[in-house]
């Protein structure tokens, strides 16, 4: 997966475990930067909550970008 493509995006992401995450992502950490050695991406569900859901690669089903 090319993540770094959807840094500022509104996504739609569905997980191994089949949760829907969507929101805006914010980050992108590629695996040679994450202590995992996993690339990463941050998504920001409600703007101005104070956190956002971290998601790896591996963890990742599907996604598509929403707007």
């Known amino acids: 997966m090319k ?3 959807y840094r500022g995006r509104r996504i739609r ?3 191994i475990d089949e949760q829907v995450i969507e929101g ?3 980050d992108y950490t590629p695996a040679d930067e994450n202590e ?3 690339a990463s991406i941050g998504i ?3 703007p101005g909550a104070g956190y956002a ?3 790896y690669e591996n963890e990742i089903k599907s996604i598509e ?3």
Request: net charge negative; charged share 35%.
């Open 53 to 55: 859901y971290e998601l």
């Open 24 to 26: 805006d992502c914010t």
């Open 3 to 5: 993540l770094w493509e």
């Open 13 to 15: 992401v569905v997980d």
């Open 36 to 38: 995992v050695e996993v």
């Open 65 to 67: 970008i929403i707007e």
């Open 44 to 46: 920001v569900t409600e």
